[in-house]
């Protein structure tokens, strides 16, 4: 379970639009930037009781113009998809939804202001 941030197309239309080249570095720089905030706020809305699941919300490396939020399935804090969906005996506690929803803009906004900043717009 993990958030999957592309949201960098309508900016590159409006980049190609202005005649600029934009590197991969700058789309990185912008997509690490924005997914760090969504970091935050999934760590702000986690239930927490022990404290492993805030702890191992992580962010990845860009792969492919890609870059994910979520907890680390490689952890302790595996369960985190039970908390966000629910089990047959436990009632669902979304955090990961939620904060992507309430912040989404807020990332988006990030992200064009990282990558205007560094054209210098």
């Known amino acids: 379970m993990s958030f999957k ?3 960098m197309d309508q900016l ?3 980049i190609d639009q202005m005649g600029k080249a934009v590197d991969n570095q700058l789309l990185e720089k912008a997509l690490q930037e924005g997914a760090e905030i969504m970091k935050e706020k999934v760590q702000e809305t986690v239930p927490v009781r022990t404290g492993k ?6 962010v990845s490396d860009v792969k492919d113009g890609v870059i994910h939020v979520g907890p680390d399935q490689q952890g302790t804090a595996f369960y985190g998809h039970f908390l966000e969906f629910g089990t047959s005996k436990a009632t669902a506690q979304p955090f990961m939804g939620p ?7 807020a990332v988006e906004e ?6 205007k ?3 210098g717009l």
């Open 5 to 7: 941030l592309e949201g």
């Open 12 to 14: 590159m239309r409006q």
């Open 53 to 58: 699941l805030k702890a191992n919300i992580i």
């Open 99 to 105: 904060a992507f929803e309430n912040n989404k803009d």
């Open 110 to 115: 990030k992200m064009a202001d990282v990558v």
């Open 117 to 119: 900043r560094e054209l």
